[in-house]
């Protein structure tokens, strides 16, 4: 569908998006399933949104690599909108290990 139902956010990279809209403008017989992304009317590749309200989408595509829709990871999202970050003990710890099993390969 396209239709004026958004806009972009002048200080950050969010897309705020009206979905009363969308759905009040779905032709009868179709079914509104939700917004994945931006679409640039085969200019570009499609751009899916990397987050959505605070957590990460999982796509789901049929075999015509169709999206169908979207599913959503229950972990948390660190402030940067990657995946929780890891304690500094445990990342330390990390490091240790990797250093002992490149010494052991290097002898």
């Known amino acids: ?34 917004v994945v992304g931006i679409d640039f009317l085969g200019k570009k590749e499609p ?3 990397e987050t959505w309200n605070g957590r990460k989408p999982f796509y789901i595509f049929d075999e015509d690599e169709q999206c169908l829709g979207m599913q959503f990871s229950d972990l948390p999202l660190s402030r940067s909108g ?6 500094a003990a ?12 490149s010494r052991r390969r290097n002898r």
């Open 82 to 87: 990657g995946p929780p970050a890891r304690s």
């Open 47 to 49: 751009a899916f949104f």
């Open 90 to 101: 445990r990342k330390k710890k990390q490091r240790r290990r990797m250093a002992n099993q």
């Open 1 to 34: 569908m396209m239709a004026p139902t958004g806009s972009f956010c002048s200080r950050c990279p969010t897309v705020i998006i009206d979905e009363e809209i969308i759905v009040a403008g779905v032709k009868p017989g179709f079914k509104y399933r939700g």
